[in-house]
């Protein structure tokens, strides 16, 4: 899918945490900040930081890089290491440091690569978060450690008021805007979406909102979140993934196409223009929402496929 978007973003810096394929949101949100002009910077998981840089370098994302033109490609201008579970150097433990998987990596906490990023380019005008791990995701919430728990809350929650409080002194003042991706199990039962990673969600949007109102007044900075439906990207499809058995993300998109008012595929490109809107000036006056982008899925109050619902 192409967007056609008069939207003008030229001169526009724009920042994505969470980028490190081209099959998440993260890199469609990316793709189209950068169909409408802005400068793309991302922040990537250092484990991965290699394989993803090594696969700009080869082209092996060239195909999905192309723009509404047809002809000319996304460009990232700069990749980040970054870790949002450190908000500073002195938080980083010595097991990390030494970790081989962050071997020769310095200035990867949010606070560094914020820095870095103003030294690099001034300013920042968007602000994305689309970073989120539970490291017990697969566990129901009754068999959830206080470990796991709180691991996923850091990451996938706290990581986005960290990031705004080391990146909204250089966002541009009255005009700048951040974007979070969330999901319905934040307020519905979604089995399957454990490890506290709905109280996480749930975390996200409830501060959005308190956000939206602190960065609002304090410089002018603009909070939003997407509720994005089911996408089989790489990291949702790790979820409940068993030999001959269809993982947790399959059955939420069978799921949603069964029973959503709209009954059609949903895109990585419909989340990266809805976010496009919400960083746009056409969206000047909206802050503090949460913005379903999931064929009606969120409205819905009885399952049509269920058994019960069969004559």
């Known amino acids: 899918m192409a967007s056609h978007s008069t939207i003008d973003l030229t001169g526009k810096v724009a920042f994505i945490a969470g980028v490190a394929d081209s099959t998440g949101y993260g890199w469609a949100i990316a793709k189209a900040l950068a169909n409408a002009g802005a400068t793309i910077l991302v922040g990537t998981w250092p484990p991965v930081l290699k394989i993803f840089q090594a696969g700009l ?3 092996q994302f ?3 890089s192309v723009l509404a033109d047809g002809t000319s490609k996304m460009v990232i201008e700069k990749v980040y290491p970054l870790d ?3 908000d500073a150097p002195e938080d980083v433990p010595e097991d990390i440091k030494t970790n081989k998987r962050y071997a020769g990596l310095d200035g990867f906490t949010i606070q560094e690569v914020a820095k870095a990023v103003q030294a690099d380019y001034g300013q920042v005008d968007i602000l994305v978060h689309s970073l989120a791990n539970g490291p017990e ?3 129901p919430l ?4 206080r470990k796991g728990y709180l691991a996923a809350s850091s990451a996938s929650a706290y990581s986005a ?3 705004l409080q080391q990146f909204g002194p250089i966002m541009t003042p009255g005009s700048g805007s951040m974007v979070s991706l969330t999901y319905i199990a934040s307020e519905k039962v979604i089995p399957g979406y454990g490890g506290g990673m709905s109280s996480a969600k749930a975390q996200l949007e409830s501060d959005t909102r308190t956000l939206a109102f602190e960065a609002g007044r304090k410089w002018g900075v603009r ?5 994005a439906g089911p996408l089989k990207s790489r990291a949702a499809s790790a979820i409940g993934k068993e030999p001959g058995q269809k993982t947790f993300i399959e059955y939420a998109i069978d799921y949603s196409k069964a029973n959503a008012p709209l009954a059609q595929d949903l895109y990585s490109d419909d989340v990266g223009n809805a976010s496009l809107f919400l960083n746009s000036p056409l969206a000047r006056t909206i802050t503090g929402i949460t913005l379903y982008v999931d064929n009606g899925l969120h409205s819905m109050g009885m399952a049509l496929d269920s058994k019960a ?3």
């Open 57 to 59: 370098r080869k082209g």
């Open 62 to 64: 060239d195909a999905d």
């Open 84 to 86: 949002a579970v450190f």
């Open 137 to 139: 995701v697969t566990r």
């Open 142 to 145: 009754l068999e959830t450690s």
């Open 161 to 163: 008021v960290s990031l």
């Open 223 to 227: 909070v939003n979140t997407i509720s």
């Open 309 to 311: 619902m069969q004559q």
